[in-house]
């Protein structure tokens, strides 16, 4: 994204790209970290709640460095949300749930982004305004990042939302072994965002889904003239 702006220049789309992550990092991330914290809650465990983060608040949520990664590489992060499986009935399940519900967050939004795309691709055909085509812009982006966040949460390894969906199938003594190298797996990670290693694949796989996404917000105004 930053690079984007020194290769092309200013140009509107481009400065539209860089709002709707500005709008992601404060208005979705929240959306996000309060989906973990409410499925906890509601699964009986209140340590994100007693912490403040069962909120909407974006200065609750928000991390610099993963900020910064929504800017550098599309993808990013917020600060994880506290959660004891202790006081799950079930922790294996209650953290897979609670681990899910993020990434899910981000599909649902990513599909009310692309609805309201939808509907300016119909205002722009009857206006032709720059308004128009610029709010299109704003909401198509918007939910792509929404999509690479949800993808890119989903990877099955830590600290990343995947990893504890992955708990469910792993036997605990794996599981907690990899979990050892947590900080050195996140390391690699963005090193293999940075260099585009991981990032090509990745980029292949949400345009896929997105297209998807896009498709079925499009089907209600498929019927519209």
Known sequence: MILDLIRNGFSVQTLV?????IF???????????AHALTATKLGD??????????LAPLAHLDLIGALMIFLAG???AKPVPVNPRNFKNPKKGMALTAF???LANLIMALVMAILANICIIWHTKSGTTVSQVSYWFFFYAGYINVSLAVF?????PPLDGSRILNLVLPSKYYFKIMQYERYIVIVIFVLLLTGILGRPLGALMSVVYTGIMKLAGL????IN
Do not use: K, M
């Open 75 to 77: 993808f990013g992060y």
């Open 101 to 103: 519900a993020g990434p």
């Open 153 to 157: 949460n989903l990877i099955p390894v």
């Open 46 to 55: 209140d340590t994100a709640r007693l912490q403040g983060r069962l909120t």
């Open 220 to 223: 209600p105004f498929s019927f």
């Open 24 to 34: 992601v990092v404060f208005c979705i991330l929240p959306v996000h970290e309060y």
């Open 17 to 21: 790209n860089f709002a709707a992550r």
